[in-house]
DNA sequence: ACAAAAGTGTTTTTTATACACCCATGC
DNA sequence: GCATGGGTGTATAAAAAACACTTTTGT
């Protein structure tokens, strides 16, 4: 996804650097596995640009702070979770995305270094500051966002649904243990009801190995009771880096 | 490859923004077809810090430029080329990443967004300011490199890895026409020599059908004549987005 | 007993892998 | 005519996809 545009600055053959504010914006999700949903979180900005306006949590780069730094702080800020999943997304830095920046003087420049976190739906808590300006977005309802806030949540579901298919970042959001449906049930959120039969998706992750039985049963309702799983991150080690499709 | 440490800032409740110069790094990548190689540019650091010492291509962002901009100048200033492809890589922003930040003081930060690029090696043409500040490296064989330019080069060696596996870059780098003899080393060269047979590399990459014959016949040396093809970027469009494995 | 959810197995189709072999040219 | 690289085909193994069926629970 690279920025167009701009290619020819006007008469610039040696023109002065740009000044950057850094900024950290995090597309994080998280998969409600109850009512079959797939969340963003969202927060009300409470300051201008965008004022009242939703936006993805975000905030500046400071002194001393790295990147990530940054990206885990902002997430401290509106959300207490045990288990995550976090890394860089991309950056988005083209001149004229914050309204902060004055067009006609080269003013300060605000650049966004975005970053993808999914976290256990179940554990997270949300913290507030007012009623209302942090909440969770299931992804087919997104409201209007600052900046080009959209185009991140865009890019950041994408990297999602990539990332489940080759990467076992779904067992960083579910619990501990968990049955062989929990994990379907993630898949199918995320990646649509027509992506793989239930058995088939079962037979081939069992054959995988990196799920261990723990001979728990655990009965939800009506019907035979599951097994509970564990993911085994030792029986993964020698998996990683291999070409390796869950789905 | 997250960046980590740094995660507590010694008593910082509100530690005051940084400010930040934004240089663009470029992974540019070639492949020698003839002597089957794989290689990077470097460039001969002109100022400080580094002086004489190799590094990517790069350069800071000016006002009113945008990021991709700026990895297109720097480009431009280094090789003549037509053809090439171009994707941001990561973006490198931890303290204390550029010998020119103060770390006591702190001053301004330096942060690195950096773009992997792929360019057609026979039609690339060096800019040479004193002979040798532009060079073709061999992937194999790097000198030291400035600042963190060593994690960048690695980091895009596995982006071009993994993009020639699964998306039509080879074709943005080989010429309009060419034989699947040259397809093939160019994908062995990158990936090693046994990453498939040629027969059945061969066969998949045909039964994809957006590779066609024009009948022309090309001899080179000794052996039968080979058929020159052209990537068809129409045939391919459909395959677009879908989970697509050429090797 | 029967619906509901879990779990197993079987059949068919497709794809991957490893080769053997034929073809057209230069020398 | 034979070495050299180009190109085709086949036989086997493995994986994907579709779906029928059994098991164990709650009601």
Not at 162 to 187: C, G, R
Not at 214 to 220: A, C, F, L, N, P
Request: with cysteine.
């Amino acid at each position: 996804m690279p920025e167009r545009g701009h290619r020819n600055i006007p008469g610039s053959l040696k023109q002065p650097l740009a000044d950057f504010k850094v900024g950290v914006d995090n597309a994080i999700f998280s998969v409600d596995t109850e009512r079959n949903r797939l969340l963003i979180l969202l927060v009300k900005r409470q300051d201008e640009p965008f004022l009242g306006q939703r936006s993805l949590p975000g905030t500046l780069v400071r002194q001393g702070e790295s990147l990530e730094d940054a990206a885990y702080r902002i997430l401290a800020e509106k959300i207490r979770v045990e288990n995550l999943y976090l890394e860089q997304l991309y950056t988005f830095g083209g001149p004229g995305r914050d309204p902060r920046e004055d067009a006609t003087s080269y003013g300060v420049r605000y650049l966004s270094v975005s970053y993808f976190a999914l976290v256990r739906f179940a554990e997270a808590e949300l913290i507030y500051q007012t009623t209302g300006d942090v909440a969770w977005y299931p992804i087919e309802d997104i409201p209007k966002l600052a900046f080009d806030h959209e185009r991140i949540l865009q890019y950041g579901y994408q990297r999602l649904r990539n990332k489940l298919e080759y990467s076992p970042i779904a067992f960083e959001v579910l619990p501990e243990v968990f049955t062989l449906n929990d994990l379907y049930q993630l898949y199918t959120t995320v990646l649509g009801e027509n992506f793989s039969d239930y058995s088939n998706f079962r037979s081939r992750l069992l054959k995988l190995g990196f799920l261990c039985d723990t001979g728990i049963k655990v009965s939800r309702g009506a019907g035979r009771p599951a097994s509970l799983y564990r993911f085994d991150s030792k029986a993964f080690a020698p998996l990683k880096d291999k070409p390796l499709v869950f789905i």
